[in-house]
């Protein structure tokens, strides 16, 4: 009988825990600044692309759907990136 | 009755001998939905409103809005008056379908309901609007007044359309998956509307910033959102309908 | 074992996870929380110094907290999907109530985190930073709390013993919901607490 717990789930459980690790790093390490902005904004993303992949299986769905989610771990960052940074 | 339905039966048959009659007035019911927004969109570029005019005017400025072009506005207020009217036979398409549903009468009557309070919603600003527009010349304080009292219902007054939008959500989800009227994910759709529509109610707090009648996201959210459910359903309606007659 | 049918078990090459409408769902919440983080980027593009004196109010070490929790209830929400796939109600049960334990934990945070800001004098008045603060997480919480009762409608299925294809595919729709709940904390987290 295959087991419930699955390492995948797991590992990205914790790359997302390392993540925010990070974005909390830069923040209070580097303080404000055009770095902190690009991390932090790439981190989040990075997040949400992870748990969509992993934890709602687009990684399993149709073409379509995964590339609308792809489009939009690209496009939302990109944006927010220029608007804060502008 | 019974001459009524010979009556009908009669125009049926001289109309086309497959009588296609109800549904080509099922069609025109269904085609009312891209008119209305045409109609709603259009009067707001005739009144130059797009982007719509600031809630931190000062009555000076809304009266002078009001006094320049004031034929334009005018137009465009009746257009968005007739408008209103197009929208009820887009309710009479949705009640259509909904009465197919086995156990939805309920809803069904409330998406009656809640689509006819929809036309006052769009009908009673446009009157309001050609009120303010009737005589800019007066007092701008009241012409502002006006002004605001047409606005904010316009653009907050989302009661109506949630009444709608949630009976035809629970209407199509309670469908018998073995043979839907509506296809399912029109029913997530529906209830997704009525929950996007819901910043639109804090309006009232704020006359600047995202949440103000002409902030992001009351009024360029909920515009796309309300304007595009009018073209979702428009083109599931017409699916339906295509399907039917083949 | 056999009331998961073999093509259940590990999904196949394309398979929508849940309802196709609830996708409807998730990725038109996305877009329109797209939206609320332009704003707050605007936010801040338009202000960088007062933006970063606001964030210093808020407290931190509640944020990460609440961001450990709701991932963690991702992870047991994805376990429960399997837990189900796999047949076994009692192992999936415990992983609902687990995610609906984490949902009850984020909510009490928040309640505390609102509370000190309000006693501190900040609120949705104060200014642009703390008006769209209350606003965005206020929606975040809105779906929170719809979510709760989401999941216990999961709970509800998951109980049952043998589970046909369509509460399977519920299930995958309550996930998804939920994972997106994570998904967009994720973000407002990111922008609220560690941009300045």
Redesign the interface.
Known sequence: MPAVVDRTLIAVWAALLVATAVSVGVHEGLGPGPTTVLVVVAVAFVKIWLVGRYFMELRHAPAVLRRLFDAYVVVVPVVLAVVLLA | MTTVRAARERDVAAVTPRGLTEHRVQTWCVWSAPLFVALLFGALLVAGWVPPPSPSQTPGQVAAMYAEHTDLKRLAFVLLFLGGGMSAAFVAAIDHRLEQIPGARALARLQVIGGTLGVFAVVLPAIVFMVAAYRPERNPEITQALHDLAFIPFIGNLVPFLIQAIAIGVAVLMQDPERPVLPRWVGFYNLWTAFLTLPGLLLIFFRTGAFAWNGVLVFWVVATVFGGWFLVMFWVLRDVLRAEAR | ?SAAPPAE?E???????G??????????????F??????L??T??HD?AAY?ADQQALH?GLG?VN??VL??T??T???AV??AR?A?PR?AVR?VVATMAGAVVFAAVKVVEYTDLVVAGHTARSD?FF??YF?FTG?HLLHVVIGLAVLGGVLRIVRRPVLGR?DLSLV?SG??YW??V??LW??L???L????
């Not at chain 3, 196709?20 to 038109?28: A, D, E, K, Q, R």
């Open positions: 074992m078990r999904a196949p090459v394309s398979r929508t996870p309802e196709t409408g609830i996708w409807i769902f998730v990725l038109g919440d996305m877009v329109v797209a939206v609320c983080f332009v704003v980027a605007v801040y593009a960088r970063a931190l990460i961001t450990v991932v963690t991702s992870l929400m994805a376990l399997r837990a796999l076994r192992t992983l642009d008006l769209y606003c929606l369509a995958e996930a998804s994972h997106m994570d998904l994720l973000v987290f990111g922008l607490y560690t941009l300045g």
